[in-house]
């Protein structure tokens, strides 16, 4: 047998191709020597079934009963959600305002309470905090109802705003591409002019208002969807606006999310059609907000006649959000330190 020919002794010997050559550029984790245990192979990234964050800020609780220990609320928080939460933001309930809050401050729901939201009417022309504010231990936010721009509702929300403290607009119908000018129009109104803007809140549009008997292949090209993306990346132009990723209006009931083994191939089916749907949603609420300006919330908007069970939610919000790719940070940004900035100031 022919023997071969020797080997250039250096790299640098041999013949080379004219030019230069561009390499691709990988990450410094592609370099990172696998696992114990995995052999040849790199591990696979977790299963997003399994990324929670490490503590979670429930920061959209509705009350409505006079129940300052929210026990209607634990019932529904799950082992998943109670074994992690650090705190809530609580929504007054629309009568007995202020007993509320004085048994709130005596009688504790056994978590921190990050603010309460009190509850301001947009059309009303004359405005003062409530008396049950004044020297209250409890930091407060403002909350309202939009439904329409007008010249009353431009002096209300410039009227919270200088308050100081967070303001919540719940936006409880589908805006058609009018209103949703009226919307923008209203916010760069009530922001003029002030030596501080707090942060605005906006609720009921992360997801928006939808029918679910449209199919996911006609809602990427239907206007409804094309809307949202322009009102959505529209909204995110104000620095100091954020959004709330909170169960949805959909005339549904939001889907139980029993254990793997426990879930029929219905229930299952169900899950990943509403998580298919909220992933695009919540795709281009990222790409226009950014993670740093999303904050996780159980509650549905008190207009909704959907039923919604807090740990089922936080579930379907939480895989949705990981199924995106997204690394461990961005998950413990909207659960909990995005509303630890805006509420815990």
């Given amino acids: ?6 080997q250039p002794s250096s790299p640098n010997v041999g013949v080379r191709r004219k030019g230069p050559k561009t390499l691709p550029t990988l990450p410094l984790s592609a370099f990172s020597p696998p696992n114990t245990g995995t052999g040849e192979f790199f591990p696979l990234p977790p299963s997003p079934s399994t990324v929670h964050p490490a503590v979670v800020v429930d920061a959209h609780v509705v009350v409505t009963d006079a129940d300052t220990t929210l026990a209607s609320w634990k019932k529904q928080t799950g082992q998943d959600l109670t074994s992690r939460i650090s ?6 309930p629309e009568t007995g305002a202020d007993k509320f809050v004085a048994a709130l401050q005596t009688n504790g729901p056994g978590v921190p309470v990050l603010s309460v939201l009190v509850p301001f009417d947009l ?18 936010s403002l909350s309202a ?3 329409k721009e007008t010249p009353e509702s431009i002096a209300s929300l410039k009227w919270a705003l200088s308050q100081g403290r967070p303001v919540e607009i719940d936006v409880r119908a589908a805006l058609s591409d009018a209103e949703s000018d009226g919307f923008g129009d209203l916010l760069s109104k009530a922001v003029a002019d002030l030596p501080s803007v707090p942060p605005i809140i906006i ?34 132009l104000l620095p100091e606006l954020y959004i709330k990723f909170l169960p949805p209006t959909w005339d549904a009931p939001t889907p139980a999310t029993p254990s793997i083994t426990g879930a ?14 909220i992933k695009m949603y ?4 990222m790409e226009a907000f950014g993670y740093q300006r999303i904050i996780f919330g159980s509650s549905p908007s008190p207009a909704s006649g959907s039923t919604s069970v807090a740990g089922d939610w936080y579930e379907i919000a939480r895989e949705s959000l ?19 900035k805006v509420y815990g100031s």
């Fill in 145 to 147: 109802s939009f439904s």
């Fill in 282 to 285: 919540l795709g281009p609420v």
């Fill in 123 to 140: 059309a009303a022309t004359q405005h003062e905090l409530p008396s049950y504010t004044s020297g209250l231990s409890i930091p407060i």
């Fill in 87 to 92: 705190g809530v933001v609580v929504s007054l």
């Fill in 322 to 340: 990981a199924e995106l790719g997204v690394e461990q940070e961005v998950i413990d940004a909207v659960f909990s330190s995005n509303a630890q």
């Fill in 203 to 236: 609720s009921s549009l992360l997801p928006p208002p939808h029918d679910l008997s449209l199919s996911i292949v006609k809602l990427i090209s239907h206007p409804t969807y094309r809307s949202f993306q322009s009102q959505i990346a529209s909204l995110s």
């Fill in 264 to 277: 029929s191939d219905a229930d299952s089916k169900q899950l990943k059609e509403w998580k298919r749907r």
């Fill in 1 to 6: 047998m022919a023997s071969l020919p020797p």
